[in-house]
């Protein structure tokens, strides 16, 4: 079965982001809600969600084009339409009586193929398909999206009894590649698998915090980065979710939970956080939460809210030494002699051994619950690598020696590890206490997996070239934060050479959040700082070189971004033959933001890609203006379908909505170009450009943004260097440039603006602070 | 004169926000010709006694580009016989088509004209798609290429105009506009022309419920230590209009409806970093040939490319602001550059015969710096 068109009902955060979701994966979607009496505007919920959606920031939608493909209606004058769609949401409200009233209208509509889901996340399946025929219940399943459903990863499928295998296949592989989503298999268990444990672990910690006098930011600082958690921590999660959510969710979580289930020891009524969920601090969607932002006087200041005595105080960054311990490994951190370190042990020992203790009861394997974990809390580990991190001995032991249970799956690990490698195969520990192999499904190719199999054909500080298989090799930044320097250049240069003696392709790539951020600005500061400006121009001179070798190579170069692709890890994609996209790649020339311009060959490819699109309106000018307000605005686009509107992707290259296939989707790309006979592109013919009048006519708009407040002093410096660039310098428009013409203008500008004092102060503010300077 | 150039005929299209409004979609030369057509057919002119067509447009480039006179001769069905002819003073240029066949007649070069002018900015972006200053020149005389914004600021710091005033004065446009199109007084001069299946008939522009208070909550527009908004100044526009120009003897022998007499034209350049003072020389150079005096004129209209612009007109002149834009002027109604000489110079005939008063100016300021004016008399 194949979803060519979808529906869903109930346009609330969920229902309305799902839909979205979908109509990004191409899917036109029917999004429904009820008709409110009497209204003007029968479908004016549905609608209401679409304009919210439109403006919402993190946007739901990928593009324009995603967004009309929704089409908003109400379930009192629609539902018949329904029949003609594969794949049925259904997204309303958490009452069984409204579900099965809906699924008893919808019966007789659906067609005998399609699919009907329910995204609920609290109540069992067996519960919603009560009352329902045979047929019903072989087409239905839940699907549980997280919020928000574009950019959380996991998607939760329970089937039951009498749910068709084919169907549930389709909705599987649909969601995999298609929506992009993690798939976890679940059990129809109470709260699924993410928010069964997560929801205990945000429980554990608040808890926690209040038995041990903790403030919140020295609970988050636990609850975070030392265990790989995101920064917001609990409190900061709880701020983020609705603070007023929770007792819903523990409630029915509650009504269906086992009898025995440690839940039930643990779960309690905070009366401070009762008080505050009535005084209206529920989290950011309110007054605010245990972090407050106060605009009062016209600042912002954040704050935080006193655990005993209800009072708020300036939020400050504080330094948790046995946060700090983490870097010496987990235990170091439970191990920690202080009341944080206490923290640390009793928050995570419950949630770890509640988590071990629901294997094999809520999923088949701790695979499973470590994916779930990650993908939909975006937890770096999941519990059964953080209990590895530990030590599966000393965790068992501690335990044991506290008095408490020690779950079987946990004695069963003793003397050993929950996962190993074992001959480069990533194993783990199965229910019976055997290792079996962590099966990748067909498409998936990850290069940590190949890095547990292999050695790479070449090494630095900052980067290494992997062999992939297939004649492809995969050069990868390994630098913090994937940031470029020369010693990356250096490699790319040694890699060009080795793929092309021995290899048949090449694949840019890493499984970093971010493809890289761009150039390492400490390198730069630092040799300007010394005044090295012969050492900076040989960087930029190195990054051209290379670039350039790595566009006219022999063989076929595919980047494969995925997260932020800014600077020069932006420019590297306009180099390569084709790009194969994540869907979820930020991309952008971002130089300005720090007194620069992009000067590895960025403004030239975009300057030549600009020229050549055939849609453009015509004359000299065109082109020149649309890459000079993209780069001196510095635009990021924000996905991959984005990024062609702002020509940082052709229109013809990749995109992959599974984060997980990008790099198998990469390397068949380049192996396609490597059959098609590839040959390097020509140079570009002669570059006409309309000289220094383009330059005047480009600094008139910025001077005219300067007196209208919408750009500083220092931006029309290095708004006049980015169009002496794109307008070809003192040529005249009858005097064709060469490639390498423009390369040097792209130097010269870049060399004249890092001596000036306006660009170093930008470059070392973007460095302290990590934002640009307005200056 | 020795012969007498009256105007026949005045007609427009809707005038609609451009990016935004109800003719984003219509090609500027279709919009004309619309509009062209719909002028002959009302006037009653015979098609091929017509001499020519002169067209103005601001930024004859894209589907502005070509001779667009030409063409939309063709496109509205005239004989081909008819010439054609796109001539650019900016702002002035449907002014300057009606003083060019005003010109042609009187030296015997013909009968009746047509003296249009669009804009649609829209699809042809102001400053056109290829703006290559000089740059010696840029450097020698910055008010060569000055934004217009930024002109207007600079003459609301000569004039010591506030913001609250040019506000009040925005509200004014607005409400005598809406007065007007309740009333019904804009219709006959639109012809209504069809995109997307609907017809649009009626003008997008005017915000009959905008206040002083509302326009206080804007962010200046040009300057951030600005008074001047986008609340006071005219929107980009999409919008044609028309005239037909004849020699008075031949109007007379066909029946036409004479709605003016022409009296004086001028033309005049002033301080391009102040060009929105431009009105003032022109208006009393043609006054002057005229042989009246400001306070014999009983119909005024005063383009109002911004609040501040048309204030200070007003004020150097000492022109009485009863007199001036009785049905709204561009704040409200919206200023396609190239269109706006024909409307407010047909508009003044018209009005001169709706009133039944006796002489009228249109007159209106243009970028680089230049004013351009028109007295008209009762026929």
Redesign the interface.
């Known amino acids: 079965m194949e979803i060519k068109k979808a529906a869903v009902i109930g346009a609330g955060v969920m229902g309305s982001g799902i839909a979205a979701h979908i109509a990004n994966a191409g899917v036109p979607v029917t999004l429904l809600d009820i008709a409110p009496e009497g209204a003007d505007d029968r479908d004016a919920i549905a609608k209401g969600a679409l304009t919210r959606m439109a403006k919402a920031d993190p946007a739901p939608f990928m593009s324009r084009a995603a967004q009309k493909l929704v089409t908003p209606g109400n379930i009192e004058d629609h539902l018949e339409t329904l029949g003609e769609c594969d794949w049925i949401v259904e997204a309303v409200i958490e009452n069984p009586k409204i579900k099965h009233e809906l699924y008893g209208r919808l019966e007789p509509i659906v067609k005998p193929e399609a699919v009907v889901s329910s995204n609920t996340s609290t109540i069992p399946l067996s519960i919603l398909t009560e009352g329902r025929s045979d047929a019903f219940r072989s087409s239905f399943m839940v699907t549980h999206f997280f919020n928000p459903p574009r950019y959380m990863r996991l998607l939760e499928i329970v089937s039951g009894p009498s749910t068709d295998q084919a169907k549930l296949d389709a909705i599987h592989r649909f969601a995999d590649m298609r929506l992009g989503k993690g798939v976890v298999m679940a059990k129809d268990t109470p709260g699924f698998v993410a928010n069964r444990i997560g929801t205990f672990w945000i429980q554990a910690g608040l808890n926690e915090a209040f038995d041990l006098g903790l403030s919140v930011e020295e609970a988050d600082a636990i609850a975070s980065r030392p265990m790989g958690v995101p920064k917001t921590g609990i409190f900061g999660l709880m701020d983020l979710v609705g603070i007023d959510l929770m007792p819903h969710i523990a409630k029915s979580l509650l009504a269906t939970l086992p009898e025995n289930d440690a839940y039930r020891d643990i779960f309690r009524v905070e009366p401070f956080i009762e008080t505050m969920i009535s005084d209206g601090y529920i989290g950011r969607k309110g007054k605010g939460g245990f972090y407050r932002l106060n605009l009062e006087a016209g600042g912002r200041v954040k704050e935080s809210i006193n655990l005993k005595t209800g009072e708020w105080s300036k939020s400050e960054k504080i330094k948790v030494d046995a946060a700090e311990a983490g870097r010496q490994g987990l235990r170091a951190v439970v191990d920690h002699d202080s009341r944080p370190g206490e923290y640390a042990w009793r928050m995570l020992s419950q949630t770890l051994s509640y988590a071990a203790f629901l294997v094999p009861e809520i999923a088949d394997s701790i695979v499973d619950v470590d994916d779930a974990m990650k993908l939909g809390y975006a937890w770096k580990y999941g519990p059964f690598e953080l209990i590895d991190q530990l030590g599966v001995d000393y965790f068992a032991d501690r335990l044991q020696q506290q008095g408490r249970p020690v779950p079987d799956l946990l004695e069963k690990a003793r003397g050993r590890s929950f996962y190993r490698v074992e001959d480069g195969a990533l194993q783990y520990l199965g229910v019976e206490g055997d290792y079996a192999d962590v099966v990748r499904p067909d498409g998936v190719l990850l290069l940590a997996d190949i890095k547990r199999q292999s050695e790479p054909l070449l090494k630095n500080g900052s980067a290494a070239l992997w062999d992939i298989g297939g004649g492809v090799t995969c050069f990868e930044f390994t630098a913090k934060m994937n940031t470029l320097d020369d010693q990356v250049m250096e490699l790319l240069a040694r890699a060009l050479d080795l793929t092309g003696r021995s290899h048949k392709a090449m694949v840019v790539y890493n499984e970093g959040t971010n493809f890289s951020v761009g150039a390492n600005l400490g390198l730069a500061m630092f040799a300007a700082n010394i005044a090295m400006w012969g050492q900076v121009e040989a960087l930029v001179k190195g990054g051209q070189d290379t670039y350039k070798a790595l566009k006219y190579a022999p063989f076929p170069v595919v980047s494969a971004p995925s997260g932020m692709a800014l600077g020069g890890g932006c420019e590297i994609m306009l180099h390569s033959d084709a790009v194969q996209a994540h869907a979820e790649t930020y991309c952008g020339l971002v130089e300005v933001g720090v007194g620069v311009i992009p000067a590895w060959g960025g403004s030239k490819e975009m300057l030549l890609r600009a020229i050549a699109n055939k849609r453009r309106?015509?004359?000299?000018?065109?082109p020149v203006a649309q890459v000079f307000e993209t780069i001196g605005t510095a635009k990021v686009a924000r996905s991959a379908q984005q990024a062609k509107e702002l020509m940082y992707l052709k229109p013809d290259d990749g995109v992959t909505m599974n984060r997980d296939r990008l790099l198998a989707d990469a390397k068949a790309r380049a192996l396609a170009l490597v059959e098609a006979e590839y040959q390097p592109p020509a140079p570009p013919d002669e570059i006409m450009l309309?000289g220094?009048?383009?330059?005047?006519?480009l600094n008139?708009v910025v001077s005219?943004l300067a007196?209208?407040?919408k750009a500083t002093p220092h931006d029309i410096v290095v708004s006049d260097a980015l169009a002496t660039v794109l307008s070809g310098g003192d040529h005249d428009v009858t005097e064709p440039l060469a490639e390498d013409e423009l390369l040097t203008l792209e130097r010269e500008a870049f060399m004249s603006l890092v001596k000036t004092s306006g660009t170093l102060d930008r470059i070392e503010h973007m460095l302290e602070t990590g934002k640009p300077l307005r200056n | 004169m020795n012969t007498n150039v009256v105007i026949a005929g005045y007609a427009r299209s809707p005038f609609h926000f451009a990016k935004k409004g109800a003719l984003t979609k219509v090609r500027p030369d279709d919009l004309v010709a619309n509009t062209v057509k719909g002028l002959v057919e009302r006037s009653g002119v015979d098609p091929s006694d017509i001499e020519d067509l002169i067209l103005g447009c601001a930024f004859p480039e894209g589907e502005q580009g070509l001779n667009m006179a030409r063409l939309v001769v063709m496109l509205a069905g005239l004989p081909r016989s008819v010439a054609g002819t796109t001539v650019n003073r900016f702002c002035g240029s449907s002014m300057q088509s009606i003083h060019m066949a005003a010109g042609a007649i009187q030296l015997g070069a013909g009968d009746v004209f047509v003296c249009a002018g669009v804009e649609s900015m829209t699809r042809v972006p102001m400053m056109g798609f290829n703006p290559l200053p000089n740059p010696a020149l840029a450097d020698a005389e910055p008010g060569a290429y000055m934004a217009m914004g930024t002109t207007a600021e600079n003459l609301a710091r000569k004039y010591q105009i506030t913001r609250q005033a040019q506000e009040e004065f925005a509200v004014e446009s607005h409400r005598k506009a809406a007065a007007a199109q309740q009333a019904g007084k804009l219709d006959d001069e639109i012809v209504p022309i069809k995109t997307g299946g609907e017809s649009v008939d009626k003008d997008g522009c005017i915000r009959p419920d905008t206040s002083v208070d509302a326009l206080a909550e804007l962010r200046p527009a040009f300057d951030e230590e600005g008074t001047v908004t986008a609340g006071t100044s005219s929107p980009l526009t999409d919008g044609a209009s028309a005239t037909l120009v004849a020699s008075e003897e031949y109007a007379k022998a066909n029946g036409l409806t004479i709605l003016a007499r022409l009296k004086s034209v001028a033309v005049a350049g002033c301080d391009p970093t102040i060009m929105g003072i431009g009105p003032v020389g022109a208006t009393r150079k043609a006054l002057k040939r005229a042989g009246v005096e400001l306070s014999d004129i009983d119909i005024i209209e005063s383009n109002e490319a911004f609040a501040v612009q048309s204030m200070s007109v007003a004020q150097e002149l000492g022109m009485d602001l009863s007199k001036a834009n009785l049905d709204g002027g561009a704040i409200a109604l919206g200023h396609p550059l190239g269109a706006t000489g024909a409307r407010i110079t047909g508009k003044a005939a018209a009005l001169l015969q709706r009133e039944g008063k006796e002489l009228a100016l249109s007159t209106q300021c243009i970028g680089g710096g230049q004013g351009i004016a028109t007295v008209l008399e009762a026929a």
Do not use: T
């Open positions: 309106p015509g004359g000299p000018m065109p309309p220094p009048s383009a330059r005047a006519g008139m005219d007196a209208q407040g």
